[in-house]
């Protein structure tokens, strides 16, 4: 027998142990899931070329995990087995073909397809339609008693509807969703709390607490998946219909599923979710394919641990393991100075990352990153890249704490980091190239001054050139000096010429968003033009009487601090004046009553519309006084639901709340323009 193999399986099955233990009972995973992927498939390689090294006790013969010592244990009556997973086309068409041969089938199979979302599985036990027992998956035999911690979850049932088996125990996931996740993180940090690291930890802390109240105060979900035990129930034959069940009785189902022919229509549905994934709801992590036919399913029975009917197909590693090679700073339109990690190259999530913005110098501090240091990454929603933590443990010695700069490292002007704040910022000012290059930037972008075709490659050859120190500077640009940059011919120079002439006549709003005054979005500005109506009287409130502005709808004391701190810069006061000698012209707004006929009422938006952008229906509802919210409450008059609308909209069901289309919110608004 070869030692060396024994050795190897040997450690891989210590070493996956103990990320067992870290994962599924301390809640505290150490590695990435990919490395763990890794691990997995290489003791699975050394067992099968060396069959006699495979025990009873292999994390490839079981389910990982253990019960809690904190709550009771639950013997599942049906174990609840972990699924095969596949990570390739080739590996769903081998799972198909395996299916098909021992089934005697030449016929393509029709699958019930699903997300596979990043939570905690769950068992759920009904009695004569009342929920009596819940339990977590455990080791698949044994899980913990959290009755008490699924009762709390308002998303889910205590008792079913309809003519209910007498007996039936449903499988699900608790998740949360990503809106709920971000909440509960800024709810945290404010008061001085550890975030949760991602939305699968928070779910299984959630649920898993001694105290059902903290359970109940956390955004938890359920979707229901399939069946574990059933008395005086006989299912019908097609596990889409076992679901339509379910639902029928009043759990919740992922609305995402679908039923899907042969290993073709099981590869359209993994690109399909896959191209969606970003815009969900909820954080998933692949997608599951199971028989369609539970008379199938029971002919094709199980392995060991997994069964051979279903198959977890995951999607590329959202989270690596890579170096720190530099922590280098930036500096932003308003001066903020950012640490950013300059990282060895890694393929994550579908790209290869190579910089990752830390945020805040507090931020670097709380996670302790330091040059050298070996850090798990992950892109985050497929969008944002994002150092999730480091791995002391594989720190090399001689590696030091970062310092947050005395200079600024573009002009050199002085660092300050105001008390209370966790930013820091340069002082330069427009003397410093970075924050005029951002400033600039912003002045022109769509939401701003609207001047098509001044991108960022543009803007940073104008200041480089050193012809645009401030924005008011735009507007004494000719054909000819737009000529001499970079790609920039004549018919080109004459558009972008053209587009800074027609962006001289804006409104109010706009160029309020377009000076970037700290903490002064688009609504805020919104907000000051309705209160104001003129640009002269904001002016004068905020630089002699700053509680003037305070009177404005979701103004307070930080704001009209920022709106002070601007008004009161000559800088700023000449930056304005030659706006208007370059001809910028602005609209005054109208604030009686009868131009806001939709004033006091609350807007929700979800989901994606077929043709206007989620910016454009906002503005669009804000200019005739309508308030857009974030989240659906009993305060809510409309919420408008376009394409993948996820939870806002089954909320807006359940508080019976009106839900309008793209055709109803254009019906409402031209009703309301006249």
């Known amino acids: ?91 769903v068409a081998a799972f198909d073909r395996r299916a098909r041969e021992r089934l005697g089938v030449t016929e393509p199979l029709w699958y019930w397809a699903e997300p596979k979302l990043d939570g905690l599985a769950m068992t759920a036990i009904f009695r004569n339609g009342r929920l009596v027992q819940a339990a977590t998956r455990g080791d698949g035999v044994r899980g913990e008693d959290v009755t008490a911690n699924l009762r709390a979850i308002r998303a889910f049932p205590l008792s079913l509807s309809g003519d209910a088996p007498r007996l039936l125990e449903v499988r699900g996931e608790v998740f949360i969703p990503l809106d709920g996740f971000e909440r509960m993180n800024r709810e945290a940090l404010a008061r001085g709390e550890k975030a949760f690291v991602n939305p699968r930890n928070a ?72 191209e969606r994934r970003a815009r969900l709801t909820y954080q998933i992590d692949g997608v599951v394919f199971k028989v369609e036919r539970l008379e199938y399913q029971s002919r094709l029975g199980f392995i060991s641990r997994a069964p051979r009917w279903a198959l977890a197909r995951k999607f590329p590693a959202e989270e690596v393991l890579t170096r720190v090679e530099a922590i280098e700073w930036q500096v932003g339109r308003t001066g903020a100075v950012t640490p950013v990690a300059r990282l060895t190259p890694k393929f994550v999530g579908g790209v290869t990352v190579s910089n990752v913005t830390l945020h805040n110098f507090d931020e670097v501090r709380r996670k302790d990153v330091r040059v050298g240091d070996t850090a798990v990454i992950r892109r985050a929603g497929d969008v944002i890249p994002e150092l999730v933590r480091v791995l002391p ?60 075709g001044l991108g960022e490659k543009l803007v940073e050859q104008l200041v480089a050139a050193g012809g645009v120190r401030s924005p008011a500077d735009l507007y004494t640009l000719t054909v000819e000096q737009l000529q001499t940059l970079e790609r920039m011919g004549e018919k080109s120079a004459a558009n972008l010429h053209r587009a800074i002439e027609r962006s001289k006549h804006t409104t109010l709003p706009r160029l309020l968003y377009a000076l970037g005054i700290r903490e002064v979005g688009e609504a805020t500005a919104l907000a000051l033009a ?17 509680e003037r502005v305070e009177e404005v709808a979701d103004v307070g004391p930080v704001v009209a601090a920022h709106l002070h701190a601007f008004f009161i810069a000559p800088a700023h006061r000449e930056l304005i004046d030659a706006l208007r000698a370059s001809g910028v012209t602005w609209e005054p707004l109208a604030v009686s009553a009868a131009a806001l006929p939709l004033e006091g009422q609350t807007f929700v938006l979800t989901g994606t519309l077929p043709s206007m952008t989620r910016q454009e229906a906002q503005a669009a509802l804000s200019a005739l006084g309508a308030k857009v919210a974030a989240s659906v409450s009993r305060k809510t008059r409309y919420v408008i639901a376009g394409a993948d609308p996820g939870s806002k909209l089954e909320k807006a069901h359940a508080l019976g709340i009106p839900v309008l289309d793209e055709a109803g919110l254009r019906k409402l608004l031209d009703a309301h323009r006249r």
């Open 393 to 452: 443990e594989r720190r090399p010695e001689g590696t030091v704490p970062v310092k947050l700069p005395e200079r600024c490292p573009i002009c050199g002007s002085e660092v300050i980091k105001p008390e209370g704040e966790a930013v820091a910022r340069c002082t330069g000012g427009f003397s410093c190239a970075a924050q005029r290059q951002e400033a600039i930037r912003h002045f022109a972008s769509r939401l701003a001054m609207d001047i098509e």
């Open 530 to 546: 309705r209160h104001f109506g003129e640009l002269e009287p904001l002016i004068e409130a905020a630089r002699s009487h700053p």
């Open 1 to 91: 027998m070869n030692t060396d193999a024994r050795r190897r399986v040997e450690a891989l099955r210590a070493e996956i142990t103990r990320h067992d233990y870290r994962y599924y009972v301390l809640d505290d995973p150490e590695i990435p899931d990919a490395e763990y992927d890794r691990l997995m498939a290489e003791l699975k390689a050394l067992e099968s070329a060396h069959p006699q090294l495979i025990t009873s006790d292999s994390p490839t013969q079981r389910v990982a995990g253990a019960p809690s010592a904190a709550f009771g244990e639950v013997v599942h009556a049906v174990p609840m087995l972990s699924l095969e997973n596949g990570f390739t086309d080739e590996d």
């Open 203 to 274: 779910a299984a802390g959630s649920l898993r607490q001694l105290d059902p109240a903290v359970t109940a105060s956390r955004p938890l979900r359920v979707y229901c998946y399939g069946l574990g035990s059933l008395e005086g129930w006989e299912p019908p034959p097609l596990q889409s219909e076992v679901l339509g069940a379910l639902k029928a009785w009043g759990l919740p189902i992922c609305p995402h599923a679908a039923r899907v022919r042969g290993v073709e229509g099981c590869i359209d549905y993994y690109r399909a979710m896959a």
